[in-house]
């Protein structure tokens, strides 16, 4: 994963969260938990629950 996508999510928690849900409403708190270290396995569990690509998550990650 980008650097700038891990930081992003590491540093920015709760409003990357905010995002996704605001974003993807059927994503639960189960969905978005996140660990640090574990960022491709949290991409891969949004985008099964999504549809959305793993850079297009990122993208919106990105752009928080």
């Given at each position: 994963?980008?650097?700038?996508?891990?930081d992003k999510i590491s540093g920015?928690?709760?409003i990357v969260k905010g995002g996704?849900?605001?974003k993807w409403a059927d994503l639960t708190d189960d969905d978005l938990l996140y660990q640090e270290g574990r960022e491709?396995?949290?991409?891969g569990k949004?985008?099964?629950?999504?549809?959305?690509t793993k850079e297009g998550i990122k993208k919106?990650?990105?752009s928080l």
């Open positions: 994963m980008e650097n700038a996508v891990k920015n928690w709760n996704l849900k605001q491709d396995e949290f991409l949004i985008q099964k629950k999504t549809g959305e919106f990650i990105d």
